[in-house]
Nanobody, 123 residues
Framework: QVHLVESGGGLVQAGGSLRLSCAVSGTIFSINAMGWYRRAPGKQRELVAKISSGGTTNYIDSVEGRFTISRDNAKNTVYLEMNSLKPEDTAVYYC?????????????????WGQGTQVTVSS
């Protein structure tokens, strides 16, 4: 089985920083894209940042210049460094990964999700 375990959420004042981590465990063949989504109260889930297997990154406009996504392929871990946090960044943050696993003589790719970690930014 494949598991994504997140850590690093919490409560911080506006202007502060947090670092989220998400570690992939289990028997995997490869990890492709990884990223972070968030869901704020009363809003739809949105993709905050993503990083390809080659390291190409993309961000939504509202976090560009404040958040940095990175990954450590040796540790199967993706990070989200969040700086200059604003109250509107308050949400549950979910990591995801496109993972390929081996099943008998073939491989299957699927999306896997973490359990979510709460980030609360007070004004």
């Amino acid at each position: 089985q494949v598991h994504l375990v997140e850590s690093g959420g919490g409560l911080v004042q506006a202007g502060g920083s947090l670092r989220l981590s998400c570690a992939v465990s289990g028997t995997i063949f490869s990890i492709n894209a990884m990223g972070w989504y968030r869901r704020a109260p009363g809003k739809q889930r949105e993709l905050v940042a993503k990083i390809s297997s080659g390291g190409t990154t993309n961000y939504i406009d509202s976090v560009e210049g404040r958040f940095t996504i990175s990954r450590d392929n040796a540790k199967n871990t993706v990070y989200l460094e969040m700086n200059s946090l604003k109250p509107e960044d308050t949400a549950v943050y979910y990591c995801y990964a496109m993972i390929t696993i081996k099943v008998l003589a073939t491989t299957l790719e699927g999306d896997y999700w973490g359990q979510g970690t709460q980030v609360t930014v007070s004004s």
